[in-house]
Protein backbone atom coordinates (compact mmCIF):
# COMPACT_ATOMS: atom_id res chain seq x y z
CA UNK A 1 0.00 0.00 0.00
CA UNK A 2 1.49 3.62 -0.67
CA UNK A 3 -0.02 6.64 0.63
CA UNK A 4 -0.75 9.34 -2.77
CA UNK A 5 -1.65 12.26 -0.46
CA UNK A 6 -2.16 13.44 2.87
CA UNK A 7 -4.16 16.95 4.27
CA UNK A 8 -3.75 17.74 7.17
CA UNK A 9 -5.30 21.00 9.28
CA UNK A 10 -4.85 22.09 13.07
CA UNK A 11 -3.35 18.54 13.99
CA UNK A 12 -0.63 19.76 16.49
CA UNK A 13 1.94 22.05 14.51
CA UNK A 14 0.84 21.45 11.33
CA UNK A 15 -1.65 24.08 10.56
CA UNK A 16 -2.43 23.48 7.08
CA UNK A 17 -0.39 21.17 4.78
CA UNK A 18 -1.36 19.21 1.61
CA UNK A 19 0.72 16.84 0.41
CA UNK A 20 1.56 14.74 -2.60
CA UNK A 21 3.44 11.94 -1.64
CA UNK A 22 5.90 10.22 -3.80
CA UNK A 23 5.31 6.78 -4.86
CA UNK A 24 8.48 5.59 -3.95
CA UNK A 25 8.63 7.19 -0.38
CA UNK A 26 10.57 10.14 1.16
CA UNK A 27 12.78 11.57 3.35
CA UNK A 28 11.84 14.23 5.89
CA UNK A 29 14.42 16.28 7.55
CA UNK A 30 13.66 18.78 10.01
CA UNK A 31 14.85 20.14 13.82
CA UNK A 32 13.26 19.20 16.74
CA UNK A 33 9.95 20.54 17.24
CA UNK A 34 9.41 21.53 13.68
CA UNK A 35 6.73 18.84 13.15
CA UNK A 36 8.50 15.67 11.95
CA UNK A 37 7.30 13.48 14.04
CA UNK A 38 3.34 15.20 13.98
CA UNK A 39 3.49 14.50 10.29
CA UNK A 40 4.16 10.41 10.71
CA UNK A 41 1.53 11.09 13.92
CA UNK A 42 -1.21 12.14 11.35
CA UNK A 43 -0.69 9.60 9.07
CA UNK A 44 -0.94 7.01 11.70
CA UNK A 45 -4.05 8.65 12.84
CA UNK A 46 -5.48 7.87 9.88
CA UNK A 47 -5.33 3.76 10.57
CA UNK A 48 -6.92 3.67 14.23
CA UNK A 49 -8.14 7.57 14.74
CA UNK A 50 -5.84 7.51 17.78
CA UNK A 51 -3.08 9.05 18.34
CA UNK A 52 0.33 7.08 18.14
CA UNK A 53 1.69 8.73 21.42
CA UNK A 54 -1.20 7.87 23.08
CA UNK A 55 -2.68 11.41 23.35
CA UNK A 56 -6.23 12.60 23.98
CA UNK A 57 -7.50 13.92 20.79
CA UNK A 58 -8.14 17.36 22.08
CA UNK A 59 -4.64 17.32 23.12
CA UNK A 60 -3.96 16.85 19.06
CA UNK A 61 -5.87 20.15 18.17
CA UNK A 62 -3.20 22.62 17.26
CA UNK A 63 -3.39 25.62 20.34
CA UNK A 64 -6.25 28.38 19.58
CA UNK A 65 -7.79 26.18 16.49
CA UNK A 66 -11.42 24.73 16.67
CA UNK A 67 -10.14 21.20 15.81
CA UNK A 68 -8.59 19.37 13.66
CA UNK A 69 -8.74 17.21 10.18
CA UNK A 70 -6.65 14.97 8.70
CA UNK A 71 -7.49 13.40 5.04
CA UNK A 72 -5.15 10.89 3.40
CA UNK A 73 -5.54 9.01 0.18
CA UNK A 74 -3.95 5.47 -0.65
CA UNK A 75 -3.21 2.83 -3.44
CA UNK A 76 -2.85 -0.41 -2.86
CA UNK A 77 -1.08 -3.32 -5.38
CA UNK A 78 -4.49 -3.37 -7.29
CA UNK A 79 -4.27 0.48 -7.90
CA UNK A 80 -7.43 0.56 -5.86
CA UNK A 81 -7.99 3.79 -4.75
CA UNK A 82 -9.17 4.54 -1.22
CA UNK A 83 -9.86 8.44 1.04
CA UNK A 84 -9.89 8.18 4.54
CA UNK A 85 -11.04 11.07 6.34
CA UNK A 86 -11.62 12.30 9.82
CA UNK A 87 -12.72 16.01 11.77
CA UNK A 88 -12.69 16.40 15.12
CA UNK A 89 -14.18 19.49 17.29
CA UNK A 90 -12.85 20.49 19.99
CA UNK A 91 -16.24 22.31 21.51
CA UNK A 92 -18.43 19.02 21.35
CA UNK A 93 -15.43 16.34 21.07
CA UNK A 94 -16.82 14.92 18.54
CA UNK A 95 -14.89 12.55 15.99
CA UNK A 96 -16.56 12.08 12.24
CA UNK A 97 -14.55 9.46 10.27
CA UNK A 98 -15.34 9.30 6.38
CA UNK A 99 -14.37 6.91 4.02
CA UNK A 100 -14.02 7.54 0.29
CA UNK A 101 -16.18 11.24 1.12
CA UNK A 102 -19.32 9.12 2.61
CA UNK A 103 -19.41 9.33 6.87
CA UNK A 104 -19.05 6.19 8.29
CA UNK A 105 -21.89 4.65 11.15
CA UNK A 106 -19.59 3.03 13.21
CA UNK A 107 -15.67 4.25 13.55
CA UNK A 108 -14.74 0.48 13.62
CA UNK A 109 -15.63 -0.33 10.17
CA UNK A 110 -13.16 2.91 9.42
CA UNK A 111 -10.16 1.11 11.82
CA UNK A 112 -7.21 -0.37 9.51
CA UNK A 113 -8.53 1.09 5.81
CA UNK A 114 -5.28 2.68 5.53
CA UNK A 115 -2.19 0.51 7.13
CA UNK A 116 1.27 1.83 8.18
CA UNK A 117 3.82 0.46 10.94
CA UNK A 118 5.26 2.82 12.90
CA UNK A 119 9.07 2.42 14.24
CA UNK A 120 10.79 4.92 16.58
CA UNK A 121 12.58 6.10 19.76
CA UNK A 122 9.54 4.99 21.90
CA UNK A 123 9.24 1.52 20.69
CA UNK A 124 11.19 0.49 23.32
CA UNK A 125 8.57 0.85 26.04
CA UNK A 126 6.95 -1.97 24.14
CA UNK A 127 9.84 -4.06 25.30
CA UNK A 128 10.56 -2.43 28.65
CA UNK A 129 7.43 -1.20 29.88
CA UNK A 130 4.37 -2.11 31.59
CA UNK A 131 2.23 -5.25 30.28
CA UNK A 132 -0.36 -2.96 29.28
CA UNK A 133 1.47 -1.67 26.57
CA UNK A 134 2.54 -5.20 25.04
CA UNK A 135 -1.12 -5.59 25.26
CA UNK A 136 -2.03 -2.81 23.32
CA UNK A 137 1.25 -3.60 20.53
CA UNK A 138 -0.79 -6.83 20.45
CA UNK A 139 -4.54 -5.20 19.87
CA UNK A 140 -3.23 -2.98 17.83
CA UNK A 141 -1.91 -5.94 15.69
CA UNK A 142 -4.93 -8.19 15.93
CA UNK A 143 -7.70 -5.14 15.24
CA UNK A 144 -6.34 -4.77 11.90
CA UNK A 145 -5.35 -7.85 10.55
CA UNK A 146 -7.90 -10.43 12.20
CA UNK A 147 -11.65 -9.87 11.39
CA UNK A 148 -14.17 -9.56 14.44
CA UNK A 149 -10.86 -8.76 16.67
CA UNK A 150 -11.94 -5.21 17.36
CA UNK A 151 -15.49 -5.64 18.00
CA UNK A 152 -14.65 -8.46 20.11
CA UNK A 153 -12.36 -6.41 21.80
CA UNK A 154 -14.56 -3.85 22.50
CA UNK A 155 -16.95 -6.15 23.55
CA UNK A 156 -14.79 -7.83 26.35
CA UNK A 157 -13.80 -3.75 27.47
CA UNK A 158 -18.04 -3.28 27.55
CA UNK A 159 -18.54 -6.61 29.72
CA UNK A 160 -15.54 -6.06 31.81
CA UNK A 161 -17.01 -2.48 32.99
CA UNK A 162 -20.60 -3.95 33.58
CA UNK A 163 -19.18 -6.91 35.85
CA UNK A 164 -16.54 -3.90 37.85
CA UNK A 165 -19.22 -2.08 38.21
CA UNK A 166 -21.51 -4.40 39.78
CA UNK A 167 -18.13 -5.36 42.11
CA UNK A 168 -17.72 -1.87 43.09
CA UNK A 169 -21.42 -1.84 44.38
CA UNK A 170 -20.73 -5.42 46.13
CA UNK A 171 -23.95 -6.82 44.23
CA UNK A 172 -22.50 -10.52 43.32
CA UNK A 173 -25.30 -11.63 41.04
CA UNK A 174 -25.54 -8.82 39.27
CA UNK A 175 -21.93 -8.86 38.69
CA UNK A 176 -22.29 -12.85 37.58
CA UNK A 177 -24.68 -12.78 35.26
CA UNK A 178 -21.52 -11.16 33.16
CA UNK A 179 -19.70 -13.52 33.51
CA UNK A 180 -20.79 -15.66 30.27
CA UNK A 181 -20.69 -12.75 27.36
CA UNK A 182 -17.23 -11.37 29.36
CA UNK A 183 -15.95 -15.56 29.00
CA UNK A 184 -16.75 -15.71 25.65
CA UNK A 185 -14.85 -12.24 24.38
CA UNK A 186 -12.07 -13.24 26.53
CA UNK A 187 -11.99 -16.57 24.81
CA UNK A 188 -11.81 -14.58 21.41
CA UNK A 189 -9.62 -12.05 22.51
CA UNK A 190 -7.02 -14.40 24.39
CA UNK A 191 -7.61 -16.99 22.46
CA UNK A 192 -6.09 -14.75 18.98
CA UNK A 193 -3.61 -13.27 20.74
CA UNK A 194 -1.94 -16.48 22.13
CA UNK A 195 -2.46 -17.95 18.36
CA UNK A 196 -0.67 -14.40 16.93
CA UNK A 197 2.44 -15.48 19.08
CA UNK A 198 2.14 -18.97 18.37
CA UNK A 199 2.50 -18.47 14.79
CA UNK A 200 5.19 -15.70 14.93
CA UNK A 201 7.22 -16.48 17.52
CA UNK A 202 10.16 -18.79 15.67
CA UNK A 203 9.87 -15.66 13.36
CA UNK A 204 10.89 -13.30 16.20
CA UNK A 205 13.96 -15.30 17.34
CA UNK A 206 14.94 -15.32 13.49
CA UNK A 207 14.63 -11.43 13.28
CA UNK A 208 16.35 -10.79 15.90
CA UNK A 209 19.16 -12.99 14.76
CA UNK A 210 19.18 -11.31 11.61
CA UNK A 211 19.81 -8.68 13.36
CA UNK A 212 22.98 -9.42 14.98
CA UNK A 213 21.75 -10.66 18.55
CA UNK A 214 23.52 -14.22 19.39
CA UNK A 215 21.42 -15.06 22.12
CA UNK A 216 18.21 -16.66 21.69
CA UNK A 217 14.98 -14.59 21.17
CA UNK A 218 11.30 -15.90 22.28
CA UNK A 219 7.95 -15.01 22.63
CA UNK A 220 5.39 -16.32 24.97
CA UNK A 221 1.75 -15.83 25.39
CA UNK A 222 1.09 -15.07 29.80
CA UNK A 223 -2.16 -15.68 30.83
CA UNK A 224 -3.46 -16.95 33.82
CA UNK A 225 -6.05 -19.33 32.11
CA UNK A 226 -3.56 -22.06 29.43
CA UNK A 227 -6.69 -22.74 27.50
CA UNK A 228 -7.39 -19.08 26.59
CA UNK A 229 -9.33 -19.70 23.48
CA UNK A 230 -11.59 -21.43 25.35
CA UNK A 231 -15.27 -19.67 27.04
CA UNK A 232 -15.86 -22.77 29.15
CA UNK A 233 -12.14 -22.06 30.78
CA UNK A 234 -12.43 -18.74 31.60
CA UNK A 235 -15.96 -18.86 32.53
CA UNK A 236 -14.89 -21.05 35.24
CA UNK A 237 -11.55 -19.27 35.81
CA UNK A 238 -14.21 -16.03 36.86
CA UNK A 239 -16.63 -17.91 38.56
CA UNK A 240 -13.46 -19.37 40.82
CA UNK A 241 -12.03 -15.71 41.53
CA UNK A 242 -15.69 -14.22 42.59
CA UNK A 243 -15.23 -13.85 45.41
CA UNK A 244 -11.95 -12.45 45.28
CA UNK A 245 -13.13 -10.36 42.65
CA UNK A 246 -16.16 -8.81 45.17
CA UNK A 247 -13.31 -8.17 48.06
CA UNK A 248 -11.24 -6.44 45.55
CA UNK A 249 -14.31 -4.43 44.07
CA UNK A 250 -12.74 -5.40 40.29
CA UNK A 251 -12.12 -8.63 38.12
CA UNK A 252 -8.70 -9.95 39.08
CA UNK A 253 -8.73 -11.93 35.95
CA UNK A 254 -8.39 -11.36 32.16
CA UNK A 255 -6.87 -10.63 29.17
CA UNK A 256 -6.64 -7.51 30.64
CA UNK A 257 -3.88 -9.30 33.20
CA UNK A 258 -2.48 -10.88 30.59
CA UNK A 259 1.29 -10.44 29.25
CA UNK A 260 3.49 -10.86 26.25
CA UNK A 261 6.75 -11.85 27.80
CA UNK A 262 9.90 -12.07 25.65
CA UNK A 263 12.87 -13.70 26.72
CA UNK A 264 16.59 -13.38 25.77
CA UNK A 265 18.72 -16.54 26.55
CA UNK A 266 15.94 -18.27 28.33
CA UNK A 267 15.61 -15.10 30.51
CA UNK A 268 13.30 -12.38 30.93
CA UNK A 269 14.12 -9.15 28.44
CA UNK A 270 12.58 -6.77 30.97
CA UNK A 271 14.66 -7.41 33.38
CA UNK A 272 17.83 -8.74 32.01
CA UNK A 273 18.29 -7.22 28.48
CA UNK A 274 20.70 -4.38 27.68
CA UNK A 275 19.28 -1.33 26.07
CA UNK A 276 20.73 -2.62 22.68
CA UNK A 277 19.20 -5.74 22.97
CA UNK A 278 15.68 -4.42 24.15
CA UNK A 279 15.66 -2.07 21.08
CA UNK A 280 16.37 -4.54 18.78
CA UNK A 281 13.60 -6.31 20.11
CA UNK A 282 11.19 -3.68 20.01
CA UNK A 283 12.23 -3.47 16.08
CA UNK A 284 11.74 -7.26 15.28
CA UNK A 285 8.36 -6.72 16.89
CA UNK A 286 6.97 -4.12 15.00
CA UNK A 287 8.86 -6.30 11.52
CA UNK A 288 6.38 -9.00 12.62
CA UNK A 289 3.41 -6.30 13.44
CA UNK A 290 4.38 -5.74 8.91
CA UNK A 291 4.93 -9.25 8.08
CA UNK A 292 1.21 -9.99 9.68
CA UNK A 293 -0.24 -6.85 8.18
CA UNK A 294 1.13 -8.08 4.62
CA UNK A 295 0.07 -11.53 5.04
CA UNK A 296 -3.45 -11.25 6.25
CA UNK A 297 -4.54 -8.06 4.66
CA UNK A 298 -2.51 -8.62 1.55
CA UNK A 299 -0.40 -5.53 1.06
CA UNK A 300 2.52 -3.98 2.82
CA UNK A 301 1.94 -1.48 5.05
CA UNK A 302 3.22 1.87 4.75
CA UNK A 303 6.91 2.20 7.64
CA UNK A 304 6.76 5.25 8.95
CA UNK A 305 10.04 5.83 10.97
CA UNK A 306 11.30 8.29 13.01
CA UNK A 307 14.80 8.63 13.28
CA UNK A 308 15.00 4.88 13.96
CA UNK A 309 18.43 4.83 11.83
CA UNK A 310 20.37 7.42 14.44
CA UNK A 311 20.37 4.65 17.26
CA UNK A 312 22.06 2.35 15.42
CA UNK A 313 25.70 1.57 14.29
CA UNK A 314 26.75 1.10 10.84
CA UNK A 315 26.85 -2.86 10.88
CA UNK A 316 22.56 -2.63 12.44
CA UNK A 317 21.78 0.13 10.59
CA UNK A 318 22.80 -1.68 7.25
CA UNK A 319 21.23 -5.29 8.86
CA UNK A 320 18.27 -3.10 9.60
CA UNK A 321 17.91 -2.06 5.68
CA UNK A 322 18.51 -5.13 4.29
CA UNK A 323 15.43 -6.73 6.71
CA UNK A 324 13.33 -3.88 5.75
CA UNK A 325 13.77 -4.49 2.01
CA UNK A 326 12.29 -7.54 2.08
CA UNK A 327 9.86 -7.49 5.47
CA UNK A 328 8.31 -4.02 4.74
CA UNK A 329 8.82 -3.37 1.09
CA UNK A 330 6.20 -0.97 0.65
CA UNK A 331 6.75 2.56 0.86
CA UNK A 332 8.50 4.38 3.22
CA UNK A 333 8.24 7.88 5.30
CA UNK A 334 11.76 9.08 6.67
CA UNK A 335 12.07 11.20 9.21
CA UNK A 336 15.28 12.81 11.00
CA UNK A 337 16.45 15.51 12.86
CA UNK A 338 19.46 15.74 10.00
CA UNK A 339 20.44 14.87 6.63
CA UNK A 340 23.41 12.84 7.52
CA UNK A 341 21.10 10.07 9.60
CA UNK A 342 19.93 8.85 6.83
CA UNK A 343 22.34 8.23 4.50
CA UNK A 344 21.57 8.77 0.82
CA UNK A 345 23.95 5.55 -0.06
CA UNK A 346 21.94 3.28 2.67
CA UNK A 347 18.21 5.57 1.54
CA UNK A 348 17.89 7.42 -1.38
CA UNK A 349 14.65 9.03 -1.68
CA UNK A 350 13.30 12.66 -2.40
CA UNK A 351 13.99 14.82 0.30
CA UNK A 352 12.39 17.63 1.88
CA UNK A 353 12.48 19.94 4.78
CA UNK A 354 10.13 20.79 7.34
CA UNK A 355 10.37 23.84 9.62
CA UNK A 356 7.41 25.39 11.46
CA UNK A 357 4.52 22.85 10.62
CA UNK A 358 5.30 23.73 6.49
CA UNK A 359 7.15 21.42 4.41
CA UNK A 360 10.03 23.48 1.89
CA UNK A 361 11.33 22.05 -0.93
CA UNK B 1 -37.52 33.42 26.58
CA UNK B 2 -40.24 34.15 23.74
CA UNK B 3 -42.93 31.04 23.03
CA UNK B 4 -41.02 30.55 19.77
CA UNK B 5 -38.29 29.52 21.84
CA UNK B 6 -39.54 27.44 24.25
CA UNK B 7 -41.85 25.29 21.72
CA UNK B 8 -38.46 24.75 19.79
CA UNK B 9 -36.76 24.09 23.41
CA UNK B 10 -39.50 21.41 24.26
CA UNK B 11 -39.54 20.00 20.64
CA UNK B 12 -35.56 19.63 21.00
CA UNK B 13 -35.94 17.09 23.66
CA UNK B 14 -37.43 14.58 22.11
CA UNK B 15 -35.53 11.77 21.01
CA UNK B 16 -34.07 12.31 17.53
CA UNK B 17 -34.89 15.41 17.11
CA UNK B 18 -32.22 18.51 17.13
CA UNK B 19 -32.59 22.10 17.25
CA UNK B 20 -33.27 22.14 13.48
CA UNK B 21 -35.63 19.77 13.20
CA UNK B 22 -37.64 21.40 16.01
CA UNK B 23 -37.63 24.86 15.15
CA UNK B 24 -38.79 23.50 11.52
CA UNK B 25 -41.75 21.58 12.88
CA UNK B 26 -42.49 25.04 15.37
CA UNK B 27 -42.74 27.22 12.20
CA UNK B 28 -44.69 24.65 10.42
CA UNK B 29 -47.15 24.97 13.68
CA UNK B 30 -47.16 27.94 13.34
CA UNK B 31 -48.98 28.33 10.33
CA UNK B 32 -51.88 25.94 11.15
CA UNK B 33 -54.95 26.75 12.31
CA UNK B 34 -55.77 27.09 15.95
CA UNK B 35 -57.67 24.02 16.09
CA UNK B 36 -54.78 21.99 14.74
CA UNK B 37 -52.52 23.02 17.46
CA UNK B 38 -55.51 22.54 20.19
CA UNK B 39 -55.71 18.74 19.26
CA UNK B 40 -52.13 18.25 18.91
CA UNK B 41 -52.09 19.41 22.53
CA UNK B 42 -55.04 17.70 23.60
CA UNK B 43 -53.20 14.63 22.50
CA UNK B 44 -50.18 15.30 24.71
CA UNK B 45 -52.45 16.24 27.58
CA UNK B 46 -54.37 12.89 27.22
CA UNK B 47 -51.30 10.75 27.49
CA UNK B 48 -50.29 12.62 30.63
CA UNK B 49 -53.51 12.37 32.70
CA UNK B 50 -55.14 8.77 30.80
CA UNK B 51 -52.77 6.82 29.75
CA UNK B 52 -51.06 4.51 33.17
CA UNK B 53 -49.04 1.78 33.07
CA UNK B 54 -51.28 -1.60 33.20
CA UNK B 55 -50.72 -2.96 36.81
CA UNK B 56 -50.46 -6.26 35.74
CA UNK B 57 -47.93 -6.25 32.92
CA UNK B 58 -46.82 -2.66 32.99
CA UNK B 59 -48.09 -2.22 29.72
CA UNK B 60 -49.20 1.54 28.60
CA UNK B 61 -53.19 1.37 28.60
CA UNK B 62 -55.97 3.71 29.10
CA UNK B 63 -57.49 1.11 30.84
CA UNK B 64 -56.32 -1.42 33.92
CA UNK B 65 -55.72 -3.64 33.42
CA UNK B 66 -54.72 -2.81 30.19
CA UNK B 67 -56.96 -4.68 27.04
CA UNK B 68 -54.08 -7.22 26.58
CA UNK B 69 -54.88 -8.42 30.17
CA UNK B 70 -58.29 -8.22 30.28
CA UNK B 71 -59.08 -9.81 26.80
CA UNK B 72 -60.67 -13.42 28.09
CA UNK B 73 -59.67 -15.39 24.71
CA UNK B 74 -56.00 -14.65 25.34
CA UNK B 75 -53.60 -17.60 26.44
CA UNK B 76 -53.07 -17.17 30.12
CA UNK B 77 -50.85 -19.92 30.14
CA UNK B 78 -48.26 -18.28 28.26
CA UNK B 79 -46.01 -14.68 29.02
CA UNK B 80 -43.73 -12.87 27.77
CA UNK B 81 -40.87 -10.99 28.95
CA UNK B 82 -40.02 -7.93 27.25
CA UNK B 83 -37.70 -4.65 28.36
CA UNK B 84 -40.22 -1.86 27.36
CA UNK B 85 -43.82 -1.48 26.52
CA UNK B 86 -42.83 -0.27 22.87
CA UNK B 87 -41.98 -3.74 22.77
CA UNK B 88 -45.36 -5.41 23.08
CA UNK B 89 -46.26 -3.36 20.05
CA UNK B 90 -43.87 -4.98 18.15
CA UNK B 91 -45.09 -8.13 19.06
CA UNK B 92 -48.81 -7.83 18.83
CA UNK B 93 -48.12 -6.58 14.88
CA UNK B 94 -46.82 -9.92 14.13
CA UNK B 95 -50.11 -11.65 14.77
CA UNK B 96 -48.27 -14.79 16.34
CA UNK B 97 -48.41 -14.31 19.68
CA UNK B 98 -51.90 -14.77 21.76
CA UNK B 99 -50.73 -15.00 25.74
CA UNK B 100 -49.73 -12.37 27.89
CA UNK B 101 -47.31 -9.65 28.25
CA UNK B 102 -44.98 -9.04 31.37
CA UNK B 103 -42.56 -5.32 30.78
CA UNK B 104 -39.44 -5.08 33.11
CA UNK B 105 -39.45 -1.57 32.64
CA UNK B 106 -35.48 -1.71 30.77
CA UNK B 107 -32.75 -4.36 31.42
CA UNK B 108 -29.53 -5.03 34.08
CA UNK B 109 -27.02 -2.42 33.56
CA UNK B 110 -25.10 -1.81 37.19
CA UNK B 111 -22.93 0.80 34.72
CA UNK B 112 -26.06 3.00 34.88
CA UNK B 113 -27.06 2.07 38.28
CA UNK B 114 -29.71 -0.29 36.75
CA UNK B 115 -30.09 -3.49 39.45
CA UNK B 116 -33.09 -5.95 39.89
CA UNK B 117 -34.81 -3.22 42.20
CA UNK B 118 -35.42 -1.04 39.39
CA UNK B 119 -37.21 -3.57 37.31
CA UNK B 120 -40.41 -4.98 37.23
CA UNK B 121 -39.00 -8.28 38.95
CA UNK B 122 -40.95 -8.99 42.42
CA UNK B 123 -44.35 -8.46 40.25
CA UNK B 124 -43.05 -10.85 37.89
CA UNK B 125 -42.19 -13.42 40.39
CA UNK B 126 -45.92 -13.45 41.83
CA UNK B 127 -47.65 -13.78 38.18
CA UNK B 128 -45.46 -17.36 37.89
CA UNK B 129 -45.15 -18.08 41.30
CA UNK B 130 -47.07 -21.57 42.65
CA UNK B 131 -50.52 -21.79 42.18
CA UNK B 132 -50.26 -19.62 38.85
CA UNK B 133 -51.55 -20.82 35.81
CA UNK B 134 -48.45 -20.37 33.69
CA UNK B 135 -46.86 -22.68 32.04
CA UNK B 136 -44.06 -20.83 29.99
CA UNK B 137 -42.68 -17.75 30.32
CA UNK B 138 -41.14 -16.49 26.71
CA UNK B 139 -38.01 -13.97 27.76
CA UNK B 140 -37.92 -11.61 24.85
CA UNK B 141 -35.38 -9.51 26.19
CA UNK B 142 -33.12 -7.39 23.57
CA UNK B 143 -30.74 -9.35 21.92
CA UNK B 144 -28.03 -7.32 23.64
CA UNK B 145 -25.49 -7.71 26.02
CA UNK B 146 -27.39 -6.64 28.12
CA UNK B 147 -30.51 -8.14 26.90
CA UNK B 148 -29.05 -11.48 27.54
CA UNK B 149 -27.63 -11.04 30.76
CA UNK B 150 -31.24 -9.82 31.59
CA UNK B 151 -32.77 -12.74 30.86
CA UNK B 152 -30.25 -15.40 32.37
CA UNK B 153 -30.94 -13.33 35.92
CA UNK B 154 -34.61 -13.63 35.30
CA UNK B 155 -34.30 -17.28 34.69
CA UNK B 156 -32.40 -17.94 37.98
CA UNK B 157 -35.58 -15.91 39.94
CA UNK B 158 -38.08 -18.26 38.02
CA UNK B 159 -36.46 -21.54 37.50
CA UNK B 160 -37.48 -22.93 40.97
CA UNK B 161 -41.38 -22.70 39.98
CA UNK B 162 -41.05 -25.13 37.77
CA UNK B 163 -42.11 -23.19 34.39
CA UNK B 164 -41.22 -23.61 31.20
CA UNK B 165 -38.87 -21.01 30.27
CA UNK B 166 -37.52 -20.38 26.87
CA UNK B 167 -35.38 -17.46 25.14
CA UNK B 168 -36.70 -15.97 21.68
CA UNK B 169 -34.31 -17.07 18.84
CA UNK B 170 -31.55 -14.90 17.91
CA UNK B 171 -32.19 -14.58 13.85
CA UNK B 172 -32.51 -11.05 15.57
CA UNK B 173 -29.19 -8.66 15.04
CA UNK B 174 -27.45 -8.59 17.80
CA UNK B 175 -27.06 -5.87 19.39
CA UNK B 176 -30.24 -4.71 17.95
CA UNK B 177 -33.61 -3.46 20.04
CA UNK B 178 -36.48 -5.93 20.06
CA UNK B 179 -38.68 -2.63 19.07
CA UNK B 180 -37.17 -2.01 15.64
CA UNK B 181 -36.82 -5.56 14.34
CA UNK B 182 -39.36 -5.95 11.77
CA UNK B 183 -43.26 -8.74 11.77
CA UNK B 184 -41.27 -11.40 9.93
CA UNK B 185 -37.66 -11.52 12.13
CA UNK B 186 -39.79 -11.29 15.39
CA UNK B 187 -42.34 -13.95 14.54
CA UNK B 188 -39.47 -16.18 13.35
CA UNK B 189 -37.92 -15.47 16.64
CA UNK B 190 -40.56 -16.60 18.76
CA UNK B 191 -41.47 -19.47 16.54
CA UNK B 192 -37.92 -20.76 17.12
CA UNK B 193 -37.83 -19.80 20.68
CA UNK B 194 -35.83 -22.39 22.70
CA UNK B 195 -35.74 -23.69 26.33
CA UNK B 196 -32.82 -22.02 28.08
CA UNK B 197 -31.72 -24.47 30.80
CA UNK B 198 -29.26 -23.95 33.16
ZN1 LIG C 1 -51.70 -5.45 31.16
Given at each position: MRLTGLAVRGFRNLAGLELEIPAEGVVVVGGNGQGKTNLLEAIYYLMLFRSLRGAKDRELVQFGEPGFWVRGTAADETSRNIQVGVRYELSTARKVVFLDGAEVRKLGDAVGQILAVPFGPADSEIVSGTPGIRRRFLDVVLSVSRPGYLVRLLEFRHALRQRNAALRRGRAQEARVFDRPLAEAAAFVAGSRRAWVEEWRERFGELCAAMGEPAAADLRYASQVEDSGSAEAWWERFEHSAERDLRSGT???GPHRDDLKIGLGGRDIRFYGSAGQRRTAAIALRVLEAETLTRYRGTAPVGLYDDVFAELDEDRQGRLLELLRVSLPGQAIVVA???????AKLFDRPRWQIRGGQIVR | MSAIEEAVAELA??????RKTAARLTYFLLKQPRAVIERLAKALLNLAEQVKACSVCGNWSDTDPCLICADTRRDRSMLCVVEDAADIAAIEKTGEYRGLYHVLGGHLSPLDGVGPEQLRLDSLVARVANGSVVREVILATDPSMEGEVTATYVRGLLERYGVRISRIA????????LEYADSVTIARALAARREMTG
Open positions: TTVPRDAEVP | RLPGIGLGLPVGGD
